[in-house]
């Protein structure tokens, strides 16, 4: 199979233009596709867009240089240009644009082609190689219609409101509860929001995002009839804030049979801020990449489908195992 010069190590890195994208460690110079704290790391120098950029320096004041670079703008390095277009993840996510002399190299970052209540969706960017994420890259992974979950999801609130308890929302800080929160927004609930979330989403709402009326989680005025969590702040002192509640975790793994007693929640919905296993097929397909690298999650899985479905991929860590050995 023909190779480019593209490695991986805990990150997808590009030697002949010394530029990393999305390294776990610091590096010199790197791109940050987005504000999950798995894809931000202090580098000497790191691109990103505006709001990922506001993002990141909100949740770790001390970063690095990071320069902000918008949308569609090409951005000119000594050895290579970039350009980020919308990877619909998060508020700010980018997929990259790399031109090297051996063509056009596409990095989806984490990737989401459905739209979203505070995120542009993803549009396939035509590249000659593309590095596709493969978080939910096994066929199983096909998610719902979002209006249906959501819909499931508010039905399931308003049962465990009847039952005189407070319906506990699980989503991550950054990203899925401020999609919950936007979700929620034609229910008339008073809606309480953990503070870490809360304060995600008043740098969302800085950025000109809009959301329904909601309060920060222990106001003592208000009593809130639903909760927005991230899931590691579920145990810590939720039944003096609000008494009995439920829980119920929204998120993509719940395609798996045994999410739910495996994070010991009440109820599970398909809501996610990915690409699942046939969006992510056709994207690929979309893009025409005559190579397509998978990376992260279930890539060796996603790498061997889109092979069956006539394209060239391979998945970037394997590609490394065997320079390395
Ligand atoms: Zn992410």
Redesign the pocket.
């Known amino acids: 199979m023909l190779s480019y010069p593209i490695l991986w190590d805990s990150g997808v890195y590009l030697p002949e233009q010394q530029l990393w994208l999305d390294p776990r460690q610091p590096r010199p110079r790197a791109i940050i596709s987005?504000a999950?704290s798995?894809?931000v790391a202090a580098h000497a120098l790191a691109y990103a867009t505006p709001a990922t950029r506001r993002l990141v320096t909100h949740r770790r004041p001390s970063l690095g240089t990071v320069e902000a670079v918008p949308y569609g703008e090409p951005m000119t390095l000594d050895r290579c240009s970039f350009t980020f277009h919308s990877a619909g993840?998060?508020l700010g996510?980018a997929q990259t644009l790399v031109e090297t002399d051996f063509g056009r190299v596409l990095y989806t970052?984490?990737l989401k082609t459905r739209t979203g209540f505070t995120s542009a969706p993803a549009e396939a960017v035509p590249a000659d190689v593309l590095v596709l994420e493969s978080t939910f890259g096994k066929p199983h992974y096909r998610f719902p219609d979002a209006a249906e979950v959501i819909a499931s999801m508010v039905d399931w609130c308003r049962s465990v409101l009847d039952g005189h308890a407070t319906p506990v929302l699980l989503g991550y800080s950054l990203?899925k509860g401020q999609e919950i929160l936007s979700a929620l927004a034609a229910e008339g609930l008073r809606i309480a929001l953990h503070p870490s979330l809360f304060g995600v989403t008043e740098v969302y709402r800085e950025l000109g995002c809009d959301f329904p009326d909601h309060h920060r989680l222990g106001d003592p005025a208000l009593h809130p009839t639903v909760v927005i969590t991230p899931p590691s702040a579920r145990r810590q002192g939720l039944k003096e804030l609000v008494g009995e509640f439920k829980t119920a975790a929204l998120t993509g793994w719940a395609m798996d049979r045994s999410l739910k007693d495996r994070l010991e929640v009440d109820a599970v919905f398909p809501l996610s801020?990915h690409a699942d296993f046939e969006e992510l097929c056709c994207y690929a397909e979309q893009v025409g990449a005559s190579l397509t690298y998978t990376v992260l999650g279930f890539d060796e899985e996603l790498a061997m489908h889109l092979r069956r479905r006539g394209l060239r991929a391979k998945a970037l860590g394997a590609v490394d195992q065997l320079r390395l050995f």
């Open positions: 987005h999950h798995d894809h993840h998060v996510s970052g984490d990203g801020d």
